[in-house]
Antibody, heavy 118, light 108 residues
Framework: QVHLVESGGGLVRPGGSLRLSCAAS????????MNWIRQAPGKGLEWVSY????????NYADSVKGRFTISRDNAKNSLYLQMNSLRAEDTAVYYC???????????WGQGTLVTVSS | EIVMTQSPATLSVSPGERATLSCRAS??????LVWYQQKPGQAPRVLIYGASTRATGIPARFSGSGSGTEFTLTISSLQSEDFAVYYC??????????FGQGTRLEIK
């Protein structure tokens, strides 16, 4: 079945960097747009970024534009999020999610927690 | 940016009763609306897409309705496993893709 597993989260100081990964299985990864969505502790959901199936185009929420970069390696069935200049307000569980074709999200991974704190 | 507003923030309902959750868009989104359910410590899962189409494996007690700016998720007879947080999300006008703030459905 379709499975997404995120990794790479952890504790990082403000201004630091972190790279998240999402390993996909159970479907033809290169056929689908992919997304990152985050959820701050006790808060709601915030879309972060998407990338097209070929990786040729991407887009970002204003809150992360210029600091985060989404990428993918279709040969490795993997999605990435490079996060630079991290701020306390970036603290959240980061989920990767597949776009089934209409700009919504199904399924989601289990998430990886990023904590930005000194 | 389209702002999605859910009401109420918290809904207390007894098992076996009907629950009605609302979602309003700040401008028309046609039927480009999804409902997700999130249980504590879990990722969200899709319940309804296209405002009214149940996702695969979702019980028939879940139904969605609405178009334009007003949408409703109805759970006809609440089961214990239905107590969770529910989010709506629009996908008509993006980026950004936007979510409502969520409705917490709790046991009365």
């Amino acid at each position: 079945q379709v499975h997404l597993v995120e990794s790479g989260g952890g504790l990082v100081r403000p201004g630091g960097s972190l790279r998240l990964s999402c390993a996909a299985s159970g479907f033809t990864f290169g056929d689908y747009y992919m997304n990152w969505i985050r959820q701050a502790p006790g808060k709601g959901l915030e879309w972060v970024s998407y990338i097209s199936n070929t990786g040729s185009h991407a887009n970002y929420a204003d809150s992360v534009k210029g600091r985060f970069t989404i990428s993918r390696d279709n040969a490795k069935n993997s999605l990435y999020l490079q996060m630079n200049s991290l701020r306390a307000e970036d603290t959240a569980v980061y989920y990767c999610a597949r776009d089934p074709g209409s700009n919504w999200f199904d399924p989601w991974g289990q998430g990886t927690l990023v904590t930005v704190s000194s | 940016e389209i702002v999605m507003t859910q009401s109420p923030a918290t809904l207390s309902v007894s098992p076996g009763e009907r629950a009605t959750l609302s979602c309003r868009a700040s401008q028309s989104i046609s039927n480009s609306l999804v409902w997700y359910q999130q249980k504590p410590g879990q990722a969200p899962r899709v319940l309804i897409y296209g405002a009214s189409t149940r996702a695969t494996g979702i019980p028939a007690r879940f139904s969605g309705s609405g178009s334009g700016t007003e949408f409703t998720l109805t759970i006809s007879s609440l089961q214990s496993e239905d107590f969770a947080v529910y989010y709506c999300q629009q996908y008509n006008n993006w980026p950004p893709i936007t979510f409502g703030q969520g409705t917490r459905l709790e046991i009365k």
